[in-house]
């Protein structure tokens, strides 16, 4: 478990027993910020294999295999 899953839940519970008043969206926002960096990533890595695979196959063709 991470800091923001951590500080997420002590939001919930805070929100939940009336300590703070914020709006769901603020209590929720460490766990949306941390999913959003995962997805990210996600698609970097993604985009990088896809160039990798793309100049194999470009260097593939210029030799004739």
């Known amino acids: 478990m991470g800091i923001a899953e951590v500080l997420t839940i002590v939001l919930v519970v805070l929100k ?3 300590v703070i008043a914020w709006s769901w969206w603020l ?6 910020i941390s999913i959003s960096l995962y ?3 996600l698609v ?5 294999v896809l160039i990798g695979v793309v100049a194999v196959k470009k260097r593939q063709k210029r030799a004739g295999l």
């Open 16 to 18: 939940w027993t009336d």
């Open 27 to 32: 209590v929720l926002l460490p766990a949306i």
């Open 39 to 41: 997805v990210l990533l």
């Open 44 to 48: 970097v890595k993604l985009v990088a």
